[in-house]
């Protein structure tokens, strides 16, 4: 969690005069202060992160957006922006008494292009129901992830979420063409160009992708939407280890890498707990009780015309070959191919409702880290070996005065460590699962461990889910001085005051003296 | 052209002192003051843009970049970054009297890691330098263009540039990991990372893709490297219209669109100019004078080994088939699929020499516009109708004293305007061939008229060029002006002094007078 949260900062505290300024803006139906709309936007979905503000805004325009901004950056009261409240950092909800600025109301798709490929949308959609309006006209959303039926997509922008199909689509960075964003003292950048290509002057949109809502609020978005697939298969192989794993994901680059869309893995416990826990949830591969599985969804995009384009069943034809070979190679142990798209949707849920399941279990240690492909599980069996060895210590010497209180009053033999993720992006979801809840000594096992050996191997200590309020301390391990000063530098260009989202992604300067750039 | 030069701002004149300083650095031979040296340094390769540099710096690391960078700092001497000098809108050269920072001596392709798809190298590492050494290991670069033997790395990332496979892996803002750059005080951002993903904190290095050299110098980059396809086949075909074109191209993507790396696209007089000024050059399909033509490479990927991978024998059956269908349905008049690679190459080369063919020509006007894809041949069709107007024009009222000098004085029917581009990107190059040189006159018939019928459509006045010299007072027909003095604020932060690359990109301040972000 990183340790206490930040003190108050210097801002301004919400008066009736604010108030009525907001009430002026959006209509009193707009400026919520009921306990029931501040609860809900107070604090994130797993109820690790919980803060305090006493007024939610609900804009429905961007010149609303701008209107707010300019009155708090005119009088200093910090906001937060905050879109479906999917976040795992605590970076969409406020710490102390910032404003919440709850995007639902902007969620309007504004253009489809099938010719062009392309979408242009409000920042509050709904990742889900774009993809809705996009299936319609062929297409689909450039991302895909497991809380897209809440998640908005100026959220996932701003945290720059990677998801499920990044093997195929790529990163935002790439696949995300304009934005409109409302910056601190209320200036709006139009930067909605729906061009595959803009080469003049800086790529100022490219901040705002993953700046977590600190540079600026995105109020619209432009982005490449890639054609629909017509079909698209789904496999489960279990491995026999975790050097299997990689082997299949080198093996389906070269044989499936054209139709790859996504390649996952997951450990033998992650199952374990979506099988106990999940109703409905069944061993894809009974017979084998193997250590890892790998997921690939690979598309066919043919109109099935035989003019030129692959038909379903040549495609899964193919599919059904690679995992044959597999096996018969001994990379994989078994495999198993969706019958259709029932059976599809089942296998993709064992890796999708991993997280899902973990919550209905209790407390969880989320960590998210990007590492060297065939090191990433290491990291996994390390942090078990450091709980295993606090457990035995603490037993053999609970005596002993130099066993800290905290060690020692956690159960860990009812902690878990799973380790699933994105394999073939290199990152890897560690999480660790409390179901008695969130305790000092078992985050004291964990950080800054799980950091420093990320840092260790030039990882990445967030590969997606952002820093929010959980890692600005930890920044460090990923990015040296001189690029976090830059960042604090191109923060105040666009946010001088420091309103935008405080607390969140930089670390707090040690020393007033401002070094160099 | 974009007018006059910007005058000579206010820098340092370099001494003797600097040159003892420099060479103190980097050794005697590395600080060139001979002509040649400079001749070559100091003019661009079309011969269009010039400046006056007393000194060429060849420095082998980064350090000595970072050093020559503090000292010209300290000194408040500009810097102009160089890399390969193939830039097609002056930014590469001097304006005035820049020091000119050579990189082709860091030329050292680093790393090469075929499970993670990833390489880094030096900036100075010539394309097609990089592509030889990572089709050893069976990969490619995620990019490839034209100039690829002389341009650079560096100079690739600096200019975002785009070419011919942008369909397939999207602009380098996705493929680009990390970057070393070194910004005007000589600080060295390492944003060097070979990860698919990293959310910590913004993404600095997107600044640098793209800004020209204006924000700091790319000394080091680490960019995705895909698996080389084990094969490739290119279709041309004939077809009546540009409508027709964009039918093909809509064709191509619901068809061939898992397959599809490159949709290209010229007109006949681009044809008719190669095949009458390169030897070896012949008419792809001699029955027909068709009006344009479509260029398609698609890739296969798989080992064909039968073990779930295409072979590609079975890639040209399908490419073969989606010709056919398309001459079936009149999209196409008629169409040829390369029989091996040495008549896939030929084709290519139909596309890919225009602007060689192009510059043994003579003088070219060159415009590189993204616009809608329906809407990108109306505007060759319009430059060709002010020509021909104001050819009549100047006809008609040679001796009337209102026509200008300017316009009777250059010769029009030896002016030749061509269409051709990357239709898959919608990115148009409209080239003016005036053999017989430069004209005020005939750049006036061309600007800013191609510029603002461009922001008419929404369109971008550069799609992958860059601004460089030629285009910073046209910035505002692609980008408003908060947006641009947001660059300018950012320019500050990298480069208080504002030596790096100056008179590009960013136009001047209108007045001193600092507006509000």
């Given amino acids: 969690m990183g340790g206490d949260p930040a003190p108050r900062g210097d801002f301004a505290v919400l008066t009736d005069a604010d108030l009525a300024a907001f009430r002026e803006i959006l209509g009193d139906d707009n400026v919520r202060t009921d306990a029931r709309s501040l609860d809900a936007c107070n604090e994130d979905w797993m109820r690790k992160y919980r803060g305090n503000a006493g007024v939610l805004l609900l804009p429905a325009r961007t010149s609303q957006v701008s209107a707010i901004l300019r009155h708090c950056n005119a009088r200093g009261l910090a906001v937060v922006p905050q879109g479906g409240n999917t976040g795992l950092v605590g970076g969409g909800v406020p710490v102390h008494d910032e404003i919440v600025l709850g995007m639902r109301r902007m969620n309007a798709v504004l253009s489809v292009d099938p010719v062009a490929g392309t979408v242009v949308c409000e920042a509050g959609c709904v990742l889900e129901d774009l993809e809705h309006a996009l299936n319609a006209r062929g297409m689909t959303a450039p991302l895909d992830l497991g809380a897209k039926g809440r998640c908005q997509i100026g959220g996932n922008v701003s945290t720059n979420a990677g998801g499920l199909r990044l093997v195929r689509h790529g990163s935002l960075h790439g696949s995300v063409l304009g934005l409109e964003v409302v910056t601190a003292d209320g200036t709006v950048l139009d930067l909605v160009r729906t061009l595959r290509k803009d080469n003049t002057g800086y790529d100022l949109k490219q901040l705002f992708i993953g700046a977590e809502g600190t540079l600026g609020v995105v109020t619209k978005v432009a982005m490449l939407a890639p054609r629909k697939p017509t079909g698209v298969d789904v496999a489960v192989c279990a491995v026999g280890s975790f050097a299997d794993a990689v082997a299949a994901l080198r093996d389906a680059r070269t044989k ?63 599919v ?28 993709w849920n064992l890796r999708e409702r991993i997280s899902v399941a973990l919550k209905h279990a209790g407390a969880v240690y989320k960590y998210d880290v990007s590492l060297p492909t065939e090191r990433m599980y290491d990291l996994v069996v390390e942090t078990r070996n450091r709980l295993a060895a606090s457990t035995s210590a603490s037993t053999s010497t609970s005596t002993s005065a130099s066993t800290s209180a905290a060690s020692t009053s956690f159960d860990a033999s009812k902690v878990s460590v799973l380790g699933y993720g994105h394999l073939g992006d290199g990152n890897l979801h560690l999480n660790v699962s409390s179901p008695d809840g969130y305790h000092p000594g078992l985050e004291a096992i964990l950080e800054p461990f799980v950091y420093q050996w990320t840092a260790e191997q030039r990882g990445s200590i967030s590969a997606e889910h952002g820093v929010g309020a959980m890692k600005p301390r930890e920044l460090a391990h990923s990015k040296d001085e001189a690029s976090i000063e830059a960042m604090r530098r191109v923060k105040e260009v666009f946010d001088p005051r420091g309103i935008l989202n405080p607390y969140k992604v930089l670390p707090p300067r040690l020393t007033e003296h401002r070094s160099k750039l």
Avoid: M
Avoid at 294 to 310: L, N, P, R, Y
Avoid at 322 to 345: N, P, T
């Fill in 320 to 347: 059904r070959a690679w995992v044959r070979s597999l096996r018969k190679r001994g990379v994989a142990i078994d495999g198993v191919v969706g019958e259709d798209a029932k059976h599809a949707s089942a296998l």
């Fill in 256 to 318: 499936l890498g054209d139709c790859l869309q996504a390649f996952e893995f997951f450990d033998r416990a992650s199952l374990e707990l979506v099988l106990s826990t999940l109703r409905g949830a069944r061993d894809p591969l009974p017979k084998t009780k193997a250590p890892f599985y790998v997921v690939t969804e690979t598309a066919v995009f043919g109109d099935g015309s035989g003019k030129g384009s692959v038909t379903h069943r040549a495609a899964r034809r193919r």
